[in-house]
């Protein structure tokens, strides 16, 4: 993938190439790979031309917009002014585009060799392919739709490669110092504790199978979701991932389509598998061919990511949490640095770096019990309303428990399946566990600095309703894992005391309808179950024929329905049952689809489930 065009001896040429882009230097120079196989030179040097293999040529723009740029040792902020995190010198067709900072183009003009780009000691020259179109319907095989505001495409960017300019040629084995910042810290294989990882046996949905496909399918969700791969993971971490602006900017433009996957759960899916992989004992994993793998690529990647993570939050970025976006980036941080047993990076859980997964996930405060009481019920307050139903609300059995929310301050609901909450909850505990098992017994959770992060994920683990789509179920891979060795590290809190109350809801918002299967709640032996409906709904079509009453258990035992009632402004359904029918434990309600199209399609609703949980104790 990266190649150099030497001139007259090995270890100097006159050009590299690296994923799909060539630097052209004015006359040779000592170059070199690290172990992930990105090029350094040593410097200085000038850059006479920056060229690539995939564009088509006709489409470049002929009124001089700039794309295929490039920056320099790009950093995230100067804390004076915060949409200094949006610039950018890639692509002009994107927000905040600023041309000094696209160093392809020195002096505004276009590199040559009366107009180079000298590149000097500790500095990294990130180049970037662009998606080209002439309109939204006229644009490169395989381009996506340009987006209708005029700022490029989902990502706008194709490809992009790093080339390190060193004052000198490092050791063998160094990695590549990270990417944003000045500063360029470089690290070796020789301090890499192998030691912290485990070697334990494999576990169902863990292959090692070739994999030919092209980036785009990285997105894939079947790659990670059904058989992880070992191939594809050391594929999918084997090329630089533009990271540097967060969120859902970062769609917009930053995220190359044939170096990384574009949104946040793909990313933690597979940091998350790869973590977790690289604890097992390759040598017993069934291979086709029979070849065993080996852990350096996998690892080398890892840490490499761990490495630019780090050099993204030292130079002034951040994730902060934003449904699924930012997830993943400190775990993979913390990992990196305890197997090269570096200080600063293993230090990661007192940085004032903002880290989604410390946004999202905390314990629950008597503030947000009083919090949820005054905005459900004082008709002042402008955001009375906003809970959708009291069984959506934080309540004083609930204090302590470690909870998730969308955003800091905001969007707090204690429904438990809301999209965003799912889609972390596919990845969290995976890397919980990967992190728990680095290293002497609780090492990395004191390090990691917080404990409802890994609270939280044991209370996932707990449930049987982790989903809302299909795309969303918690991976096999790292279900297995978690059935397996969450015992081998420090017991799990009685999590019984943490339950969410959740009802039957409707999600109104002009651009997404669907009804969500939540859980009941938890009653008393005895107690008639009610299940709140959000949104009234024309609910006469229900009766005691038409919902079947089983228990959540593999047989799925029938239980007798005495009655049915519901309200004729039909907000709740109440389920009666006779007396001892209902022993502690969990059931599923499952309304007949036929008497359910009536209720959805008298509020004109999608349908997505029939069935609800609840649990009697």
């Given at each position: 993938m990266c190649t150099a065009m030497a001139?007259?001896?090995?270890?100097?040429?006159s050009s590299v190439t690296c994923h799909h882009i060539t630097w052209i230097f004015?006359?040779?120079h000592e170059i070199g790979q690290f172990v992930t196989g990105d090029w350094w030179v040593v410097s200085p040097v000038n850059i006479i031309s920056i060229t690539n293999d995939l564009n088509d040529k006709s489409f470049l723009p002929e009124d001089g917009t700039a794309v295929n740029g490039s920056m320099i040792n790009p950093k995230v902020s100067d804390h004076t002014n915060h949409r200094t995190v949006l610039r950018q010198g890639y692509d002009e067709r994107v927000f905040e585009y600023?041309?000094?900072?696209?160093?392809?183009?020195?002096?505004?003009?276009?590199?040559?060799?009366?107009?180079?780009?000298?590149?000097?000691?500790?500095?990294?020259l990130i180049s970037t392919v662009s998606w080209l179109w002439r309109t939204p319907d006229d644009r490169e095989e395989g381009a996506p739709k340009p987006l209708t505001d005029g700022q490029g495409a989902r990502p706008t960017l194709r490809a992009a490669a790093v080339l390190t300019s060193l004052a000198k040629a490092p050791p063998e084995g160094t990695f590549r110092p990270a990417y944003a910042g000045d500063e360029k810290r470089l690290f070796n294989v020789s301090q890499l504790r192998l030691d912290r990882l485990r070697n334990l046996d494999p576990v169902e949905n863990i292959v090692n199978k070739p994999y030919h496909?092209?980036?785009?399918?990285?997105d894939n969700l079947a790659h990670y979701l059904g058989d992880v791969s070992i191939p594809h993971l050391a594929y999918a971490t084997s090329t630089l991932w533009l990271d540097h602006v967060p969120t859902w900017f970062g769609m917009h433009c930053y995220h190359p389509t044939l170096n990384m996957p574009n949104y946040g759960r793909s990313k933690c899916l597979i940091l998350s598998a790869a973590m977790l992989a690289l604890h097992l004992d390759?040598?017993?994993?069934?291979?086709?061919?029979p070849d065993k793998p080996e852990k350096t690529q996998l690892l080398n990647n890892i840490v490499q990511l761990g490495i630019d993570f780090a050099g993204i939050a030292d130079a002034g970025g951040f994730w902060h949490g934003d449904g699924g976006h930012g997830a993943g980036r400190k775990p993979t941080i913390l990992f990196a640095g305890l197997l090269l047993d570096d200080p600063h990076m293993m230090n990661v859980g007192k940085w004032k770096t903002e880290f989604h997964d410390d946004d999202q996930i905390f314990y629950v405060t008597e503030a947000d019990i009083a919090r949820d009481a005054e905005r459900l019920t004082n008709p002042e307050n402008p955001h009375t309303g906003e809970i959708r139903h009291p069984g959506a609300i934080y309540t004083r059995a609930m204090l302590g428990m470690p909870e998730w929310r969308g955003k800091k301050n905001e969007g707090i609901e204690a429904a438990w399946v809301l999209n965003y909450r799912v889609i972390n909850n596919s990845?969290?505990?995976?890397?919980?566990l990967a992190l728990a098992l680095t290293g002497d017994e609780g090492h990395a959770r004191k390090l990691y600095n917080h404990d409802a992060f890994f609270d939280y994920t044991d209370r996932v683990m707990t449930r049987d309703d982790n989903f809302?789509?299909?795309?969303?179920?918690?991976?096999?891979?790292?279900?297995?894992?978690?059935?397996?060795?969450?015992?081998?590290?420090?017991?799990?809190?009685?999590t019984a005391r943490w339950y969410t109350p959740d009802i039957l809801a409707v999600i109104d918002a002009p651009d997404f309808k669907m009804w969500y299967t939540r859980n009941a709640g938890i009653y008393e032996a005895g107690q008639p179950v009610r299940i709140a409906i959000t949104q009234p709904a024309d609910l006469s079509a229900l009766n005691a024929e038409n919902v079947r009453i089983t228990s959540a258990a593999a047989d799925k035992t029938p239980v007798p329905l005495e009655r049915l009632e519901t309200d004729p402004e039909g907000t709740y359904i109440e389920l009666v049952f006779p007396p001892g029918a209902l022993k502690p434990g969990r059931y599923h309600a499952t309304i007949d689809p036929a008497a359910y199209h009536t209720i959805l399609d008298s509020r004109k609703r999608k349908l997505y489930s029939n069935r609800l949980i609840f649990t009697v104790k």
């Open positions: 001139a007259f001896a090995a270890t100097k040429a004015d006359k040779e600023d041309p000094a900072l696209n160093a392809a183009l020195p002096n505004g003009k276009p590199l040559s060799a009366d107009n180079p780009l000298a590149l000097q000691p500790d500095q990294s496909g092209a980036y785009p399918e990285a390759w040598n017993k994993i069934e291979s086709t061919p990845y969290y505990p995976s890397f919980a809302n789509y299909a795309s969303n179920n918690p991976p096999h891979f790292g279900t297995n894992m978690w059935r397996a060795y969450r015992g081998l590290v420090q017991p799990a809190p009685d």
